[in-house]
Protein backbone atom coordinates (compact mmCIF):
# COMPACT_ATOMS: atom_id res chain seq x y z
CA UNK A 1 0.00 0.00 0.00
CA UNK A 2 1.26 3.88 -0.83
CA UNK A 3 -0.94 4.89 2.09
CA UNK A 4 -3.67 3.72 4.81
CA UNK A 5 -5.74 6.03 5.86
CA UNK A 6 -7.08 6.11 9.72
CA UNK A 7 -10.91 6.83 10.00
CA UNK A 8 -11.06 5.49 13.59
CA UNK A 9 -11.65 9.67 14.98
CA UNK A 10 -13.74 10.75 12.81
CA UNK A 11 -14.50 13.80 11.89
CA UNK A 12 -10.60 13.55 12.23
CA UNK A 13 -8.50 11.42 9.24
CA UNK A 14 -5.01 10.57 9.03
CA UNK A 15 -3.44 9.31 6.03
CA UNK A 16 0.25 7.83 6.63
CA UNK A 17 2.13 7.26 3.85
CA UNK A 18 3.53 3.71 4.18
CA UNK A 19 7.18 4.41 2.52
CA UNK A 20 6.41 2.25 -0.40
CA UNK A 21 6.72 3.42 -4.11
CA UNK A 22 3.88 4.26 -5.81
CA UNK A 23 2.61 2.07 -8.44
CA UNK A 24 -0.77 2.92 -10.78
CA UNK A 25 -2.33 0.34 -8.63
CA UNK A 26 -1.60 1.82 -5.63
CA UNK A 27 -1.78 4.97 -6.30
CA UNK A 28 -5.02 4.75 -7.30
CA UNK A 29 -6.18 2.98 -4.26
CA UNK A 30 -4.43 6.18 -2.87
CA UNK A 31 -7.28 8.61 -4.50
CA UNK A 32 -9.84 6.42 -4.08
CA UNK A 33 -9.03 6.77 -0.59
CA UNK A 34 -9.20 10.06 -0.26
CA UNK A 35 -12.60 10.10 -2.45
CA UNK A 36 -13.80 8.11 0.68
CA UNK A 37 -12.96 10.62 3.25
CA UNK A 38 -16.03 12.70 1.65
CA UNK A 39 -18.37 9.99 1.02
CA UNK A 40 -20.42 10.86 4.87
CA UNK A 41 -20.96 14.40 3.19
CA UNK A 42 -19.48 15.69 6.97
CA UNK A 43 -16.90 18.17 8.06
CA UNK A 44 -13.26 16.32 8.03
CA UNK A 45 -9.86 17.47 8.96
CA UNK A 46 -7.17 15.88 7.88
CA UNK A 47 -3.50 14.64 8.66
CA UNK A 48 -1.39 13.77 5.47
CA UNK A 49 1.83 12.22 7.36
CA UNK A 50 4.50 11.93 5.32
CA UNK A 51 7.20 10.96 7.88
CA UNK A 52 7.92 7.51 5.97
CA UNK A 53 7.33 8.60 2.30
CA UNK A 54 9.45 8.76 -0.51
CA UNK A 55 9.80 11.81 -2.97
CA UNK A 56 6.85 11.28 -5.79
CA UNK A 57 7.63 10.86 -9.14
CA UNK A 58 6.43 13.63 -11.37
CA UNK A 59 3.92 11.98 -13.18
CA UNK A 60 2.03 10.96 -9.75
CA UNK A 61 2.52 14.56 -8.47
CA UNK A 62 0.40 15.81 -11.94
CA UNK A 63 -2.30 13.12 -10.97
CA UNK A 64 -2.44 14.02 -7.19
CA UNK A 65 -2.99 17.70 -8.79
CA UNK A 66 -5.21 16.92 -11.45
CA UNK A 67 -7.34 14.64 -8.55
CA UNK A 68 -7.43 18.15 -6.62
CA UNK A 69 -8.68 19.69 -9.05
CA UNK A 70 -11.67 17.41 -9.88
CA UNK A 71 -12.57 17.33 -6.40
CA UNK A 72 -11.74 21.09 -5.44
CA UNK A 73 -15.67 21.25 -4.59
CA UNK A 74 -16.00 18.58 -2.56
CA UNK A 75 -13.01 19.76 -0.73
CA UNK A 76 -14.06 23.28 -0.23
CA UNK A 77 -17.44 22.21 1.04
CA UNK A 78 -16.03 19.68 3.56
CA UNK A 79 -12.10 19.87 4.34
CA UNK A 80 -11.75 22.70 6.86
CA UNK A 81 -8.50 22.12 6.83
CA UNK A 82 -4.84 19.79 6.36
CA UNK A 83 -2.08 19.37 8.42
CA UNK A 84 0.81 17.88 6.35
CA UNK A 85 3.68 16.12 8.71
CA UNK A 86 7.09 16.41 6.59
CA UNK A 87 10.17 16.36 7.87
CA UNK A 88 12.87 16.64 5.04
CA UNK A 89 12.88 19.50 2.91
CA UNK A 90 12.71 17.63 -0.44
CA UNK A 91 9.10 16.24 0.23
CA UNK A 92 8.04 19.72 1.02
CA UNK A 93 9.88 21.39 -2.14
CA UNK A 94 7.06 18.20 -3.43
CA UNK A 95 4.14 20.08 -1.50
CA UNK A 96 5.00 23.26 -2.99
CA UNK A 97 5.46 21.91 -6.53
CA UNK A 98 1.97 20.26 -6.57
CA UNK A 99 0.48 23.70 -4.93
CA UNK A 100 1.74 25.43 -7.72
CA UNK A 101 0.44 22.60 -10.31
CA UNK A 102 -2.99 23.47 -8.25
CA UNK A 103 -3.72 25.70 -5.51
CA UNK A 104 -4.70 24.03 -2.24
CA UNK A 105 -8.57 24.34 -2.48
CA UNK A 106 -8.80 24.68 1.56
CA UNK A 107 -6.38 25.83 5.07
CA UNK A 108 -3.36 23.60 5.41
CA UNK A 109 0.15 24.34 7.48
CA UNK A 110 3.08 21.94 7.54
CA UNK A 111 4.83 20.38 10.51
CA UNK A 112 7.87 18.77 11.55
CA UNK A 113 6.54 16.74 14.63
CA UNK A 114 2.89 14.88 14.56
CA UNK A 115 1.85 16.08 17.76
CA UNK A 116 1.51 19.76 16.43
CA UNK A 117 -0.18 18.58 13.28
CA UNK A 118 -2.40 16.92 15.16
CA UNK A 119 -3.54 19.92 17.77
CA UNK A 120 -3.72 21.90 14.71
CA UNK A 121 -6.17 19.70 12.75
CA UNK A 122 -8.44 19.02 16.10
CA UNK A 123 -8.19 22.93 16.50
CA UNK A 124 -10.01 23.30 13.31
CA UNK A 125 -12.63 20.70 14.19
CA UNK A 126 -13.90 22.88 17.15
CA UNK A 127 -13.47 26.36 15.31
CA UNK A 128 -15.60 25.25 12.46
Known amino acids: MFATFHRDDFPLIEIRFTGEKETDENFQAYL ?3 EENY ?6 SLIF ?6 PLNPTYQLK ?8 EGLIQQYCVGVAY ?3 GTLLR ?3 KLIFKLQSSPTTFKVFSKHS ?3 AWARGLLVSA
Open 39 to 44: ERKERV
Open 116 to 118: DAR
Open 93 to 95: NTL
Open 64 to 71: QAKWMKQH
Open 32 to 34: RGL
Open 49 to 54: DASKAL
Open 85 to 87: VIP
